[in-house]
């Protein structure tokens, strides 16, 4: 009878060694899971009020039991450094993570992945008392190092509030955006897709963020690489073609390095010209608080012409667009590059070296890019040839007629030379100082040319290095000696004022002799009184 009560007593240590604490921890879970809505909205808006040193507002946050553990929030609100005269830092309209049973008794040091919805990212300017060198915020708080494996963010939008009055905030959407190995005063690489409006088109990027400047968030180190392939540039009035982009950038978000490069297989100005192989490289310096870009150099490659530009592109958001501003050298172009632009026609009438020096602006506008370009600049072609064999058939009796010898076939040269001084803008070219030669003579003009339609309205005259009787042979030599005194003028042996009008497909040419003009069609083989 001894041993039976001695088998309960030890039953009844067991179940006071084990049960009891067991049945205390039931307890103090019970007690916690009762308030664990409470005890996690807590430590989340302690943790994230420490790390981003201020203010977090959370409409309502709920941890679900089953059949997870997962954390629900609406509403998350960071305010910079608890301002509120500017939008908040960060705005999340949705959340949720899974907590783990350990989040029952103590905050998580670890979560292996959140998913946040709808997501807003301020990033406001530089506040002026701080560009004064007024001292930074109190630094923050350190924070519970809680690592992250993993942040998925569906539709993320990113503001950026421009230091320049009256500047709207520049923005970019992000889909599909993907933040890894997310902690406290630490880098996180990321990656996703971003939404290009105009040219529409889908700009897949990767990289490395941060971490966080908090006292000035324009400082936040920012790194990576961008693909932008396949966008149509029809959207952009006066211009065509399909672009592909590449490059990598690094910096920080209000002064970041981009190098990169472009491939428009058939680049053209619509609807004045052709298609043209187009690739650049280029090294620019971005503004990303307000998207201003500056280009140091952007060297392209149009056809077989380099031509390279530095610059600005600056965004007016008032008239909606960019500025681009450009200074461009072509030092080594051709002419069949720069012409084929210009025209429809599927061979350039010119062919050979040019150098160019302009000044290029594109003011923001709905105008087709053609319409409202602005060119101011310098041209210099010393071997041009026409592709037209009666053009150059023409020029090279000019050429024979100017030095004194038109009955010599194997004398003169269609070979001209091409310099002045242009303008461009409502799609007219203005030249002045036009000159244009051959061996033995030069046109020399000042007029216009209109892009739309090919109108010409030149007016000069033409230089012979012969006397006018030198022209011609025969009875006609002898009938023009008397008069050669009036054409003569300075070193030039005939001097004889001249016009050219009508259109690029049908040029009328015309010079006054003695108050009379004499018109000659480009096809005519006879002077029309």
Not at 53 to 68: G, R
Not at 262 to 289: C, I, K, M, Y
Request: aromatic share 8%; net charge neutral; hydrophobic share 40%.
């Amino acid at each position: 009878m001894g041993a039976r009560p001695r088998f309960f007593r030890k039953w009844i240590y067991f179940l006071a060694v084990f049960l009891i604490p067991t049945a205390t921890l039931a307890v103090f879970i019970h007690a916690r899971l009762r308030k664990i809505d409470a005890f996690t909205r807590a430590w989340v808006v302690r943790d994230l009020g420490e790390r981003f040193n201020s203010k977090i507002d959370l409409e309502s946050l709920h941890v679900q039991i089953w059949p997870y553990m997962t954390v629900k929030g609406r509403n998350l609100t960071v305010h910079y450094h608890n301002r509120f005269d500017v939008p908040p830092l960060i705005h999340i309209n949705e959340f949720e993570f899974n907590l783990g049973l350990s989040g029952i008794i103590h905050p998580v040091k670890h979560i292996s992945s959140v998913i946040l919805r709808d997501m807003v990212i301020t990033i406001p300017p530089r506040n002026k008392d701080e560009k004064k060198g007024s001292p930074p915020h109190p630094a923050p708080i350190p924070a519970q190092n809680v690592i992250i494996d993993r942040i998925i963010c569906n539709d993320t939008t990113i503001f950026f509030i421009s230091k320049k009055t009256g500047k709207d905030p520049l923005d970019f959407d992000i889909h599909n955006l993907v933040l890894t190995d997310v902690g406290a005063g630490r880098p996180f690489d990321f990656r996703g897709n971003l939404t290009n409006a105009k040219p529409k088109g889908e700009i897949a990027t990767t990289g490395t963020f941060g971490p966080w400047d908090l006292d000035q968030l324009g400082n936040t180190p920012v790194s990576g690489a961008y693909q932008f392939t396949n966008v149509d540039l029809d959207p952009f009035p006066g211009i065509g073609g399909i672009l592909s982009s590449t490059g990598k950038y690094n910096g920080t978000l209000d002064n970041l390095s981009v190098n990169g490069q472009t491939e428009t297989p058939n680049f053209s100005l619509d609807p004045v010209g052709r298609g043209v192989p187009l690739h650049t490289e280029f090294s620019a310096t971005v503004d990303g608080t307000d998207g201003d870009t500056f280009l140091h150099p952007v060297r392209a490659v149009l056809g077989n012409s380099m031509i390279i530009a530095n610059g600005s592109v600056v965004l007016q958001r008032a008239k909606q667009g960019h500025l681009i501003n450009l200074d461009v050298d072509a030092p080594a172009a051709r002419l069949e590059d720069i012409l084929k632009l210009a025209m429809k026609s599927d061979k350039p009438p010119l062919t050979g070296p040019i150098k160019l020096r302009t000044k290029l602006v594109i003011p923001p506008s709905k105008e087709k890019a053609i319409d409202k370009l602005l060119l101011d600049g310098d041209f210099d072609a010393d071997d041009a040839h026409f592709t037209s064999t009666e053009i150059s058939n023409k020029l090279a009796s000019l050429s024979r007629h100017g030095l004194g010898e038109p009955a010599d076939p194997s004398a003169g040269s269609a070979v001209s030379y091409l310099k002045g001084h242009f303008h461009v803008e409502k799609a007219v070219v203005t030249f002045t100082h036009l000159d244009f030669t051959v061996e033995g003579a030069a046109v020399l003009l000042d007029g216009s040319y209109k892009l739309h339609g090919g109108e010409l309205d030149f007016r000069g005259h033409l230089e012979l290095q012969a006397k006018l009787s030198e022209t011609v042979t025969g009875a006609k030599s002898v009938l023009l000696k008397p008069i050669d005194p009036f054409f003569k003028n300075g070193k030039a042996g005939a001097v004889i004022p001249i016009t050219i009008t009508g259109t690029r497909d049908n040029p009328i040419f015309a010079a006054s002799i003695f108050h009379k003009t004499f018109k000659k069609d480009l096809g005519s083989q006879k002077l029309q009184p």
